[in-house]
């Protein structure tokens, strides 16, 4: 799995993107324990953050693979 971080969420670990390797499917909630007890400067984040699957935002119910690119997409402002 690649692990792409944006905004702040690249500020708090320090990484544009890192290799995550599992070899078992994860749902939002197991993978978001998983960064954080990596990083537990997301935890702050989590509830701001959306993620994405493939370059495509998370559906209800979906699951995350091991070949998946996973985006963590804080909220973003602008003019």
């Keep these: 799995m690649r692990i792409l971080y944006f905004a702040q969420a690249r500020l708090a670990v320090g990484l544009s993107e890192e290799a995550?390797?599992?070899t078992e499917s994860l749902s939002a909630e197991k993978l978001w324990h998983l960064l954080i007890h990596r990083h537990p400067a997301l935890l702050p984040l989590q509830s701001a953050c959306r993620l994405s699957k493939n370059s495509h935002f998370l559906q209800l119910?979906?699951?995350?693979h091991p070949d998946d690119e996973v985006a963590l997409?804080?909220?973003v402002s602008g003019g």
């Design 20 to 22: 995550f390797h599992t």
């Design 61 to 64: 119910g979906e699951t995350f």
């Design 73 to 75: 997409l804080p909220p």
